[in-house]
């Protein structure tokens, strides 16, 4: 089994609903799909930027052995860490998935029945909005850098975005704070898990879009630019209605109390 290979998905949620439009352009068809989730409601508390260091310059083969057996020991599931006789080993790491902004899917591939052969369907663009607590466990190995779990994550959910456009974050909870410290791409997430131990609030990684202030839109493609400016459009005019349904509703209140209040005599 190649690292990657095994993995495991949850969906935080107890429910979704979308939608979806396409365009009438003849060279360009584009679907949308919204997912809305419902969550647990819990104290909102702050994030903050901070180096919380769990690296070590390297681990013995006789450490790395000791580190496995703790954690294993700790661990509530079968999810356990094997060791190789090489001194490498093998585990997994949970991701979970922060984004803000929709990733976009492959085309869809168009059989066509009457010459019997597959026809792609070009410039055919599907973007969707995965929901903010999905949850996705990989099969990785020691070995295993940052930017390769990032490029798998996306790998199984067919996600065709550039993986530059996306980070791992270590997450962790102390006096009810949130800190979270972007990883390098060659940081080894697996290494990162052993030293910190299984419990998720001392460690955890979350995937999200790289912030940089602004968003950088030059990093996207035409397409996706005009998805966005569609799904901001669509955003606005629903806006705009339920201000309007409010004012109509308080206005004809208004009207209604008038009727009943007497004229001064």
């Given at each position: 089994?190649?690292?990657?290979?095994?993995?495991?998905?949850?969906?935080?949620?107890?429910?979704?609903?979308?939608?979806?439009?396409?365009?009438?352009?003849?060279?360009?068809?584009?679907?949308?799909?919204?997912?809305?989730?419902?969550?647990?409601?819990?104290?909102?508390?702050?994030?903050?930027?901070?180096?919380?260091?769990?690296?070590?310059?390297?681990?013995?083969?006789?450490?790395?052995?000791?580190?496995?057996?703790?954690?294993?020991?700790?661990?509530?599931?079968?999810?356990?860490?094997?060791?190789?006789?090489?001194?490498?080993?093998?585990?997994?790491?949970?991701?979970?998935?922060?984004?803000?902004?929709?990733?976009?899917?492959?085309?869809?591939?168009?059989?066509?029945?009457?010459?019997?052969?597959?026809?792609?369907?070009?410039?055919?663009r599907t973007s969707f909005y995965l929901p903010r607590d999905t949850v996705k466990h990989l099969h990785v190995s020691s070995s295993t850098r940052a930017k390769e779990v990032i490029q798998a994550l996306l790998k199984k959910f067919t996600v065709v975005d550039n993986p530059a456009k996306f980070s791992l974050?270590?997450?962790?909870?102390?006096?009810?704070?949130?800190?979270?410290?972007?990883?390098?791409?060659?940081?080894?997430?697996?290494?990162?898990?052993?030293?910190?131990?299984?419990?998720?609030?001392?460690?955890?990684?979350?995937?999200?879009?790289?912030?940089?202030?602004?968003?950088?839109?030059?990093?996207?493609?035409?397409?996706?630019?005009?998805?966005?400016?569609?799904?901001?459009?669509?955003?606005?005019?629903?806006?705009?209605?339920?201000?309007?349904?409010?004012?109509?509703?308080?206005?004809?209140?208004?009207?209604?109390?008038?009727?009943?209040?007497?004229?001064?005599?």
């Amino acid at each position: 089994m190649t690292d990657c290979e095994l993995f495991e998905m949850t969906w935080g949620s107890s429910g979704s609903s979308g939608y979806c439009s396409q365009s009438d352009s003849e060279h360009e068809l584009e679907q949308f799909y919204t997912a809305r989730t419902s969550f647990r409601k819990t104290k909102k508390r702050k994030e903050k930027d901070e180096l919380v260091d769990w690296r070590k310059p390297e681990l013995s083969v006789s450490e790395v052995q000791q580190k496995v057996k703790e954690y294993n020991a700790q661990v509530n599931s079968n999810l356990f860490m094997v060791l190789n006789r090489d001194g490498s080993y093998t585990g997994f790491i949970k991701v979970q998935f922060k984004l803000a902004r929709p990733v976009s899917l492959p085309p869809p591939q168009i059989t066509s029945s009457s010459s019997g052969r597959e026809h792609k369907a070009l410039k055919r663009r599907t973007s969707f909005y995965l929901p903010r607590d999905t949850v996705k466990h990989l099969h990785v190995s020691s070995s295993t850098r940052a930017k390769e779990v990032i490029q798998a994550l996306l790998k199984k959910f067919t996600v065709v975005d550039n993986p530059a456009k996306f980070s791992l974050f270590e997450r962790s909870e102390r006096q009810n704070q949130v800190y979270l410290r972007k990883l390098a791409d060659d940081e080894r997430p697996l290494f990162l898990r052993l030293c910190a131990g299984p419990n998720e609030k001392v460690l955890s990684l979350v995937l999200k879009e790289n912030e940089t202030g602004e968003v950088n839109w030059d990093a996207f493609s035409f397409p996706e630019i005009q998805n966005f400016l569609r799904i901001l459009q669509r955003e606005e005019e629903d806006h705009v209605r339920q201000i309007v349904r409010r004012y109509a509703v308080a206005r004809d209140k208004m009207k209604e109390a008038l009727k009943n209040v007497s004229t001064p005599g």
